[in-house]
């Protein structure tokens, strides 16, 4: 028996690869509900082992993959499959594989080849008391960083027959996973004037550099759409602009990640494991995803693509921009069944796809950002010029129906961004740079998780209930105003628990203790479209 594992959700699976060698004609037989990948490593396995300098043995040979009611997937069982008939015939010592799991593709030559969700599968192994992982040697920058594990590298199904190949390129691992925690800890200087002052650092000492390629100053004016940016990226607020063609609608928010606070540790490894599963996570990127994901899908997307799917579910993009921005550009494009399928996640931060053997659930703690025309043809409202609205109310009217109630209920800023009155610099007073807004940001954060840790959140739009009404303290004219603006607006209970996680953003932006009158009218300015 060797251990190995899979992946289901985004979470590893143990998976015990059982070989039993016994006369009889020679064939392969590999039961516990295999895909077509798995049932096809049998021809990888028999060319890689006699490539590899092994005998493959001309018996029968049964592998069970057990659990044997969990449907099994992908190319990681091969290596596993491979040990197994080895040591089943004697060729190999069971010894080193006692305790070890063990997770590769094979070639056919013998070659090991990197698979996707090591982190996934060796927190797993962790959290039952594994601690040696034999694995292919590109997938070791992502396995370093967790922590507590012996790793053994192959690059070649022949270094079994070398087990100090393997100690050496572990010792060499180790050494390199040391390095890497001390800079970790430290972090790279800033360079963009140093951290905010304001308390302490928490974890954000990963500052980007002064020179973004994306920055704010890139904008003409539009002081009202970068102080909404400023505010959704503070206290990581969903957002919905609207506005004719070209207004800059779409460069501020492809520019929003670059005043997110860098992840942390915890966040960095959630979101890198996601990404491995996935089948995304680059080679260059050092093992570990260190600054918030951006995804911007098309507007043709499927409900699968968007919100996870299939017979084995995967992660959609929702999943894949947790802990940064999903950027949904033409809004009302999208189908509305597809977009209504983020009431969920934007309420519980979680994706729930339920199949016949099991419910498998997703993160997804996401900033929503959207943007769209006021009509199809983009000119509603805004005429300016030769350019004026040629849509028929009804087509205006089916065009904005997409956009529910419900979903913009779980938006909480939604601003209006209107033609630039002139593209002269001079005349601009609103110079504000990336960098300036960042330390705002981390400001801002800091407050938010030194006066929220007792909640057990970090950001404001992760209060609710009780916690939302005492870290929201308000005064009593700033009380009266959000009353007044329930009663006259119309507004639901969701949108006014919104109004209020929105103005305790902005008075932590202006670290404000309490909420004061000016921060509650400031919130509710941003909340006119869905009331119009």
Known sequence: MIHSSSVFGVEGKGISVEVDIANGLPQVNVVGLPDPAVRESVERVRAAIKNSGFQFPMERITVNLAPADLRKEGTAFDLAIAAGILTASGQLDAMPFAGTLLIGELSLNGAVRPVTGVLAMLEEARRVGITRVLLPLQNREEAEWISGMELFALTHLSELKDSAHAKAVWEKLSQARTERRIFEREGPAWNDGGPPSQ??????????TAADPEDYMDIVGQHQGKRAMLIAAAGNHNLLLCGPPGTGKTMMIRRLPGILPPLDEADALEVTKIYSVAGKLLANSGGLMKTPPFRSPHHSISTGGLIGGGSIPKP???TLAHRGVLYLDELPEF???????????????????????????????????????????????????????????????????KLSGPLLDRIDLQLEIPRPQSLDRSQDKTHTSTAELRKLVLAARVRQRERNAAYGVSCNSELSGKSLRQAAWLKPQAARLLEDAFQALGISMRAYDRLLKLARTIADLEDSISVEEMHVAEAIQYRRLDMA
Do not use: W
């Open 316 to 318: 959609g993009e929702v």
């Open 335 to 401: 189908p509305r069944s597809v977009l209504e399928l983020l009431r969920q996640p934007l309420e519980d931060r979680v994706v729930s796809i339920a199949r016949a053997r099991a419910t498998v659930c997703f993160p997804a703690a996401i900033l929503l950002a959207a943007s769209y025309n006021p009509c199809p043809c983009g000119y509603h409202g805004h005429e300016y010029g030769d350019k004026r609205c040629t849509c028929s109310a009804a087509a205006i009217s089916r065009y904005r129906a």
């Open 199 to 208: 308390g302490p650092s928490m974890g954000y000492n990963q500052g980007r």
